[in-house]
């Protein structure tokens, strides 16, 4: 039973440039989350992508964007790239809540630099 | 506002103590869900436990054990006689029923078991 993937595993890029990370969700779970987490820091939530459809979306500038396939799978898009954008950026994977919080299994994160 | 306190920065035990990790929450809701995630190195989240608002009852799961008090709004966790496996950073973790599916992550607790 696969977990959630990621890819790729490192990237570097240079301010201004642009970026797509790409996220498999673990099998049976159709909603994908986002997170930023810096260096020290606690992940911080960028979006969820339910039914292809953005659901929720945390304290982000519009220059992260993202998109759901039909297969759950998700990229998350990133412009005009800051150094302050440099982090690990993981990915959740859940089942629809049914008014319940399902956890959120992680995949092991892209590690993005900004040079 | 929703916020997640750890305030444990770094802790360093020798092997076979117990050790506890503090976690204090802040949220305006009545319904809301805390998780416990652990981070090795490799950058994986690996989900470790999840409770619910209503349910106090604290639990033990080998040498987990986690301590829900709604009174102070803590959510502790205890390990029992620690192994140099358990070395990892510790994310607590609360979802509330007003903010959707976002989570709101404390700093984390890195942990260090001393051989």
């Known amino acids: 039973d696969a977990g959630v993937t990621q890819s790729p595993t490192h990237l570097i890029k240079t301010r201004g440039q642009q970026v797509t990370l790409r996220c498999s969700p673990k099998?049976?779970?159709?909603?994908v989350s986002w997170y930023q987490q810096a260096l020290g820091q606690g992940p911080q939530f960028i979006f969820q992508?339910?039914?292809?459809?953005?659901?929720q979306r945390g304290n982000f500038p519009d220059r992260f964007s993202g998109h759901q396939f039909p297969n759950y799978s998700s990229e998350l898009n990133v412009n005009a790239l800051l150094l302050g954008d440099s982090a690990l950026y993981l990915c959740?994977?859940?089942?629809?809540?049914?008014?319940?919080?399902?956890?959120?299994?992680f995949g092991d994160g892209t590690r993005l630099s900004i040079l | 506002a929703q916020k997640v306190t750890q305030a444990q920065t770094e802790i360093s035990v020798v092997e076979k103590e117990d050790v506890t990790l503090d976690c204090v929450y802040e949220?305006?809701?009545?319904?809301?869900?805390l998780f416990w995630y652990k981070q090795p190195p490799s950058g994986e989240l690996v989900f470790l436990i999840r409770?619910?608002?209503?349910?106090?009852q604290n639990e033990i799961s080998g040498r987990y054990s986690w301590n829900f008090q709604k009174s102070t709004s803590s959510f502790n966790f205890t390990i029992t006689a620690s192994q140099v496996v358990d070395s990892a950073v510790y994310f607590c973790a609360l979802s509330d029923w007003n903010t959707g599916n976002q989570f709101y992550f404390g700093t984390g607790t890195s942990l260090t078991v001393i051989p």
């Open positions: 949220t305006r809701d009545t319904t809301y869900y």
């Open positions: 099998s049976g779970h159709d909603t």
């Open positions: 959740a994977s859940s089942s629809n809540d049914r008014g319940r919080r399902q956890p959120q299994h």
């Open positions: 409770r619910n608002s209503f349910d106090e």
């Open positions: 992508y339910y039914e292809e459809e953005e659901r």
